[in-house]
Each structure stands twice: as C-alpha cells, then as structure tokens.
C-alpha cells in the first residue's frame, strides 16, 4: 500500500517537471494576461463623463486634483485655463454619477494651507449637457482677501484718510464709558434681581397661569357673544355701502373746498381788514338788539312783521320800491276842530277837509313844508 502511494507521488513529480505541464501553465498565464489586456484596453469609451465649469479663481486647484460629489470621489480635475474674467475647470465624473437639474461647483479644502478639491452637486431633473459649463460656482476667500477685508473694515472704523475721524473709536468708547458710569451698582441688582427670580420660579409661573386663565376668560366670553357680534358686523354692511355711495359725493366736495379755499385765501388777504372792522362795529349793535329784545321768542315774533314791511314796500305791479306813509290823526272837540280849521285855511286856502265828527283832515306833509318855502 505504501508502494502504490509512493509510486502515485513519484509519477505527479515526474509530470509537474515534464516541459509539457510547463506549457499548459504557460499557455494559461498568457491567456489571462491577454485576457485582462483586453478588458483594460477594450473597454466601453463613456465610463467617463467630461464637465466644465467657469470658476471665480483657481486658487489651490491643479491638475489631477479629486473632484467630489457630497464627499465621495467620483473624478479628477483634467485641465484648467483662463476665460473671461475666471477660471475655466474641464474635469471627468465617473459615468455612474452624472450631473443632473441645476448643478452646481465649488472648491473645498480640509486646511488653509493643503490643496482643494472640486466639489460639485446637481439636482433632481434631467442630465446637464456635457458640452454646457456650469456657471453656478463659488470659492472661498483666500487668506489674502481676508486680510485685506478685515484691514478695509478696520481702516473704516478709524476714519480712512479724514484725520479728524482717526480717533472715531476712541471718542464711541469714552462716550459709552460715560453714558455708563455709576451704573455698576444697578446693573448688579437687576441681576441679582433676575437670579432671586430664577431660584423661585413658582411666583412667575404662578402670573403667567393667572394670565392664561384669564385669557381663557377672555376667549370663553368672545365665544359667547360671537352672536351678537356677528349681528353687530352684519349690521354694519348697510351703513358701509351708504359710506361707499357716498363716498363720490365726499370726494366732489372735498375737490370744492380745495378750489374754493383759495378764493377765501385771496379775499382774507384783500379785504380781512375791513370785514374784522364791520364785525367789530357790528358788536354794539347786536348787544343793543339783545338788550331790547326780551327774548328768543319775541325776536321771531318779530320775524313776520318785517318780512311782511319788506313785502309791501315794494309795488306788486312794477316792482319799483315804495313807501306808505299815514300821517298821525288827532280827535279835538268841535269847536277847537273848527278854529283849527279856520287857522289852516287861513294859512293855506283849502287845506282843511272840514271839521265833521270833530276831526280835521289835512295834508300837514305839504302843508309844513309849503309853509317853510313860503318863508
């Protein structure tokens, strides 16, 4: 038995160094080699996706640099050159990430000193055209521009170039020194104050339950009434379209008031003088009516008696004003009517009427003043 496995070893050794095996192993190796050859060389040519992207600057990118996508490599960074007033970034994504809707690009750094990496990121929508660069780009400020930005706020806290503003810092700062001096002592009891009020929290709670209480008292009684109020609301409608009808009307007479406020305007500056002098003169008269007058009533009893005296003065036929005058009568006994009488006549032939019933009609107008031109 033990011959036969030491026969079976001695024929497997004789085979492993015969040239035959040496060929088949040889023949096997070069198939793999070509094998692998062709799957590298042979490959499909769109495992690979070419971008570009219009950067603000290219600072810390090169060539061969990561591009990432939400941290993860996906390609590198092929090409970079000026266009326009940034930088133009050609880089490759692997086909299995493409960019998509409204990408995006941006450059990243783990450090202020390493290199950065291209970041980009898309959105939900269709595949961005590779032949499109992306626009939507930013970059960080570099160190530089920082500084420089600080030095410029800096620079304009202190005035710039005004030599009277150089001390604008220092003047803010003892002003604010001032406006709060001696309030140390008040500061610290307002926040010993709000300390003692945090210890014992219960008090506060307590005022902020009162409060809600009554904000659900306050609630409970709008819910209650809402019925009313509703009522009240749907009352108003009526009286709002009122206020809307005439609201035109409102508008047309404010617009007079603006015309006719300068014709005011005008007739208080030429003639304000001689109206406040007629209501001035005008005073004495009317407290003379008021104190002949006995009261409100008798001055409208009034009222129908001058407008009938301005009525009748006036000729209904012609329109011409006239006045009625009645001269005074006089009764006398007979006999003292007939030496009227017989004095008149002497005077003025046929002046006297007659002397019946004891009463002597007469002219006396005509007869005065015929007696005044006689002399």
């Not at 939400?70 to 299995?96: C, M, Q, S, Y």
């Not at 929508?125 to 032949?131: I, K, L, R, S, V």
Request: charged share 15%; with cysteine; proline share 5%.
């Amino acid at each position: 038995m033990h011959s036969d496995a030491r026969e079976g070893l001695l024929m497997l050794r004789r085979f492993v160094a015969s040239r035959a095996f040496a060929s088949i192993i040889g023949g096997v190796m070069a198939v793999v080699v070509v094998a692998a050859g062709a799957v590298y060389f042979l490959q499909p040519a769109n495992n690979l996706l070419g971008y570009c992207a219009i950067m603000p600057d290219a600072i810390g990118l090169y060539e061969g640099n990561d591009v990432k996508m939400r941290g993860i490599k996906v390609g590198t960074v092929t090409a970079l050159r000026p266009e326009g007033t940034g930088v133009r970034v050609d880089f490759e994504v692997d086909a299995a990430h493409p960019l998509r809707g409204e990408a995006s690009a941006t450059t990243v750094a783990d450090s202020i000193v390493a290199d950065r990496t291209l970041a980009v990121l898309g959105t939900k929508g269709t595949d961005w055209d590779t032949g499109t660069c992306i626009t939507k780009t930013v970059t960080p400020k570099s160190l530089t521009q920082t500084f420089n930005a600080m030095s410029k706020v800096a620079d304009e806290l202190q005035g710039g170039d005004d030599p009277a503003a150089r001390d604008r810092v220092k003047r803010a700062i003892t002003l604010f020194d001032q406006a709060t001096a001696g309030t140390g002592p008040k500061l610290n009891d307002i926040v010993m104050q709000l300390a003692a009020a945090l210890r014992s929290p219960d008090a506060a709670v307590s005022h902020i339950g009162s409060l809600i209480d009554n904000l659900a008292d306050l609630t409970t009684s709008i819910a209650n009434g809402w019925g009313d109020l509703r009522q009240m609301l749907d009352g108003l409608a009526p009286i709002l379209q009122i206020v809307n009808d005439v609201w035109d009307s409102v508008v047309e007479l404010v617009n007079s008031i603006v015309t006719i406020l300068p014709w005011l305007n005008d007739v208080t500056t030429k003639y304000g003088g001689p109206i406040l002098q007629l209501l001035d003169a005008s005073v004495p008269l009317v407290h003379l009516l008021g104190a002949n007058v006995a009261g409100l009533k008798q001055l409208i009893d009034m009222i129908p008696a001058i407008a009938a005296m301005f009525r009748n003065s006036t000729d209904p036929q012609t329109g011409a004003v006239a006045v009625s005058y009645a001269p005074p009568r006089v009764a006398l006994p007979e006999a003292q009517a007939q030496q009227v009488c017989t004095w008149l006549n002497g005077i003025a032939p046929g002046r006297c009427g007659g002397t019946a019933d004891g009463m002597t009609s007469v002219d006396l107008v005509p007869l005065i003043l015929g007696s005044v031109g006689a002399r």
